[in-house]
């Protein structure tokens, strides 16, 4: 069975969602960081999700806690859906 998600075509839009704080933090390999990058450069919807997140985070490092808290991951991952809709 073939791999639904080769590298050269990067993650699928819900791995991008799953990882963005991974990839934010410097988290990631260099061949996760490739696929991550390939989606944002074909995925407007992914690409501005990850903007968001990476403002969310520059305000979470105000507080103490600085993981991206479950709450506000959720509305995120809420928001994404409904890009997706349209
Ligand atoms: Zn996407």
Redesign the pocket.
């Known amino acids: 069975m073939a791999d639904p998600t080769p590298v050269e075509h990067g993650y699928s839009?819900q791995e991008?969602v799953e990882l963005a704080s991974e990839y934010l933090e410097g988290a990631m390999t260099t061949e996760q960081m490739t696929r991550f990058e390939l989606?944002l450069n074909l995925?407007d919807?992914?690409f501005s999700f990850v903007e968001q997140v990476r403002a969310t985070v520059a305000m979470a490092h105000v507080l103490p806690e600085e993981e991206i808290s479950p709450a506000v991951k959720s509305k995120l991952l809420a928001a994404f859906k409904d890009w997706t809709r349209e």
């Open positions: 839009c991008v989606h995925c919807g992914c």
